[in-house]
């Protein structure tokens, strides 16, 4: 039995909605965050040394890394689900995607949210981080050009990865001006996949309206 450990407001919400739109059963426990300090609760760090969500439970082996946890998913229940053809031309961008999605893309978004939480911000690191950041998303607009999907024609994994990229730019004020990118978010946000997402994971105000 697959149980995902999930911390409202986080990235465990694409693992939920990943689940969702593999149509897989799976036991959900929800984590509350701290009202003050929006840290996770002790039982994570019971629960793995590393004390993060996502974490995901198949059947007493533990999972974390929401990246590892959907290449784990799609590999051992997707059936070919929700990811191109591993022979394909796609596959290269879409595992970039998947990686991207959780490393350099999200780099910028850290050094912002750690230079606020230091009292630097408008500092030259946050600065530099700002233009990571917009170098990252002007990736994901190119990427995107005027196809529906990172992969073109076909929904993978990869648009639920990198659609936390631009919600967290939004969340530190440094979204721009991305049309591409605003267009494909409202086309996610409209899945039936992310809705029965919110059902299960919870208000998730990363997704604000667009």
């Known amino acids: 039995m697959l149980t995902i450990h999930h911390l409202n407001d986080s990235r465990s919400q694409k693992i939920v909605w990943l689940l969702e739109e593999l149509e897989l059963s799976y036991e959900i426990v929800h ?8 840290m996770g609760p002790p039982e994570l760090k019971a629960l793995h040394p590393l004390g993060k ?3 995901l439970d198949d059947d007493g082996q533990l999972l974390s890394e929401s990246g590892a946890i959907t290449q ?3 590999t051992r229940y997707g059936g070919g689900r929700l990811a191109p053809d591993p022979a394909g031309t796609d596959q290269m961008r879409f595992l970039e995607c998947l990686y991207f999605a959780v490393s350099a893309g999200m780099n910028p978004i850290m050094i912002k949210v750690y230079a606020r939480a230091f009292g630097l911000s408008d500092s030259l690191m946050d600065h530099a981080a700002t233009e990571e950041l917009e170098r990252a998303l002007g990736y994901i607009e190119t990427l995107l ?4 999907w ?3 024609a076909q929904f993978t994994a990869a648009d639920i990865q990198m659609s936390f990229i631009p919600e967290l730019a939004r ?7 991305h049309p591409a990118i605003e267009a494909w978010q409202n086309r996610l946000y409209a899945r039936r996949g992310f809705h029965r997402a919110i059902a299960r994971g919870g208000p998730y105000s990363f997704a604000q309206a667009i």
């Open 72 to 74: 784990y998913l799609l």
């Open 31 to 38: 984590h509350q965050r701290d009202a003050q300090t929006l």
């Open 145 to 148: 050009g005027d196809q529906d």
């Open 171 to 177: 969340a530190v004020g440094a979204a721009g001006d």
């Open 150 to 152: 990172l992969m073109g």
């Open 53 to 55: 969500s996502p974490v």
